[in-house]
């Protein structure tokens, strides 16, 4: 059998090496934007009639609303325990409290959880967290289940 001539072998070889390099060099690439990424957060909470909406599962998020605009608060309580929500810390010079509200379950089970509801306006510029308890209020702070925060940063 003849032999091939050197050169007719190295053209594809060459084309080859450099197409699996440029795929390479791609792949790496690719995987090093997706890790630096930063992960896309939701917003927190909803909008409802002109009022930003947060439940428990926007605990520890943050929002921005403007000077006037109002927060809801909306948090599973069952007081038939002696458990209720109260507000532990927030700036008040900042967001101000406008009311709370317990709802009684749907259902109308005795002993069922309902919902509290805290209604809050925000007052001046800048940033506050609202800091809620479940707590037994004449057990003290040592009677506490859980803790809900939700920061706020309040824009002009």
Known sequence: MPAMPRHSLRRPLTASIILLTLLTGSLVAGCASKKDAKPVTPPAGTRENGMLVVQRADDNR???????????????????TGYTWAI???????????????????????????????????????????????????DGDGSTTERYAFALKIIP
Do not use: C, H, M
């Open 62 to 80: 943050t929002a921005e609303l403007r000077v006037g605009e109002r927060l809801k608060v909306v948090l599973p309580e069952n007081p038939s």
């Open 88 to 138: 532990d810390e927030t700036d008040r010079r900042l967001l101000a409290l406008d009311g709370t509200a317990y709802d009684e379950p749907a259902d109308g089970f005795i002993g069922a959880r309902g919902r509290r509801t805290f209604t809050f306006s925000t007052r001046q510029p800048g940033e506050v967290t609202l800091k809620l308890k479940y707590w037994r209020f004449w």
